[in-house]
């Protein structure tokens, strides 16, 4: 198909985004599918509205508000559900490994004449072991269910008739990794469900109920002695700390399609470098043809930008705008405001006003609302607060084993 670009009819170009998060997403909603040819390939087929989640794990909101398609009526976009491999440079391919086990076809190469990789991060570890089997982790709806069903879990334990004091409270101790704005989020909406509707619901364990966090320093100082089990988490610092449930809000790593790549990275907690235009470099220093990242997995020369929802999404639409009316002004971060809830109607703005009480709280539950992309989710949204306030959090919510 050719479209009229100036005075002249031109090909549209293939533009291959690689992840469907915050970055792909936006960045795929914003360009002009007059001008490109748009495939959106990712094993997830929506994006989660990551700010949400500690609060849908915690019964405020429903599963379905905190996921959207990626899939929409809105633009005709390609997606395929597999994830990338390799990025042939050269070649101008993507080599792909379907998300499914039963199919014939065991890879394919799709080819580009631009290609932006946003595949995020992924949760960091620091090789603790067993971690990955017995903490839980928070980055989609997915994990929020499973947070919110071992949560109920915990609590129908330790209400079988014969468990000792120790036993109930070790069950219902519930113990963070990190001391982030994730794991302080998570904190503050599992204080505000304890306080409210679990207090009502499990009024005979009360006293038993209790929320630790540990600082991130902690779990990167773990040591071969130090480990998480299925009731139990092992610190250098502590010994033998007895939980319910383990959250584990450490931080991010790179991808695994990101390590392997042959790009020039971030020295330290390596990202891919790009320039100030978004373009990724060789490992020599050579600006690659077409070849763009944005989101977690990359970084601004001399910026050392936070990963934040905020960053990816105004990278994905400084390059939507540069790539639709070939804008020649560089990349810039325009700092928002960051804003964190604190729990009980209590929150803290900080970046560009610094504040904290309700008011920061409102600023919070606002900010919310806005990063919610369709009028759906948003109704769904408000639905959920007057819900919230009439009935109480929906802790019976059905979530998968
Ligand atoms: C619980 C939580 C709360 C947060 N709250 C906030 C907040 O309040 N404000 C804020 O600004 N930020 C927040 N963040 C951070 C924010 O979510 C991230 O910075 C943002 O998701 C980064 O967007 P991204 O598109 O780069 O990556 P992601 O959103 O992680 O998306 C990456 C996508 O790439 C896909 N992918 C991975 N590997 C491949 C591959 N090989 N091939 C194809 N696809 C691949 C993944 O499946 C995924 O779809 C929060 C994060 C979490 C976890």
Redesign the pocket.
């Known amino acids: 198909m050719s479209v009229q670009n100036g005075d002249e009819w031109a090909p549209r170009k293939n533009i291959i985004i690689?992840?469907?998060?915050?970055?792909?997403s936006t960045l795929e909603t914003s360009l002009d599918e007059t001008k490109y040819s748009l495939t959106v390939?990712?094993?997830?087929t929506t994006?989660?509205c990551?700010?949400l989640?500690?609060s849908a794990a915690c019964g405020l909101y429903d599963f379905n508000i905190v996921e959207t398609p990626i899939r929409h009526t809105i633009k005709k976009i390609k997606f395929v559900k597999?994830?990338?491999?390799s990025i042939g440079f050269k070649a101008k391919s993507v080599k792909c490994i379907p998300c499914f086990d039963d199919l014939s076809v065991k890879d394919f190469t799709l080819d580009y004449d631009i290609v932006v990789i946003?595949?995020?991060?992924t949760n960091h570890t620091f090789n603790t072991p067993r971690v990955s089997e017995h903490a839980l982790f928070?980055?989609n709806a997915r994990d929020a269910m499973k947070i919110a069903s071992r949560i109920q879990d915990c609590f129908e334990k330790a209400s079988i008739p014969g468990l000792t004091d120790t036993q109930k409270r070790c069950l219902l101790h519930f113990v963070i990794v990190g001391a982030g704005?994730?794991g302080v989020?998570v904190s503050s909406e599992l204080s505000d469900l304890f306080s409210t509707s679990y207090a009502s619901l499990y009024p005979h364990l009360k006293p038993y109920v209790s929320i630790a966090i540990h600082e991130d320093y902690a779990m990167s100082s773990f040591t071969k002695r130090n480990r998480v089990e299925g009731d139990c988490l092992h610190t250098k610092e502590m010994g033998r700390i007895n939980a319910g449930l383990v959250i584990c809000?450490t931080g991010n790593k790179s991808?695994?399609?990101e390590d392997s790549l042959p790009v020039k990275k971030t020295p330290r907690n390596p990202r891919i470098l790009t320039d100030s235009f978004l373009r990724v470099y060789s490992p020599d220093s050579e600006l690659l043809d077409g070849v763009y990242a944005?989101?977690?997995?990359a970084d601004v020369e001399n910026a050392c930008l936070p990963?934040?929802?905020?960053?990816?999404c105004q990278k994905a639409k400084y390059l939507a705008k540069a790539l639709n009316v070939a804008v020649k002004e560089e990349f810039q971060y325009q700092q928002a405001a960051?804003?964190a809830c604190l729990g009980q109607n209590d929150g803290v703005v900080s970046g560009k006003t610094d504040y904290s009480g309700a008011q920061a709280w409102i600023a919070w539950r606002s900010?919310n609302f806005l990063?919610t992309r369709t009028w759906r989710q948003k109704v769904l949204i408000v639905v959920g607060w007057v819900l919230n306030l009439v009935t109480g959090r929906a802790i019976a919510q059905f979530a998968p084993r």
């Open positions: 690689i992840g469907s998060g915050w970055a792909g390939i990712s094993p997830e994006t989660p990551t700010p989640l500690a597999a994830r990338v491999e946003a595949p995020g991060s928070l980055r704005p994730t989020e809000a991808t695994d399609l944005i989101g977690d997995a990963t934040t929802a905020e960053v990816a960051i804003v900010k990063w």
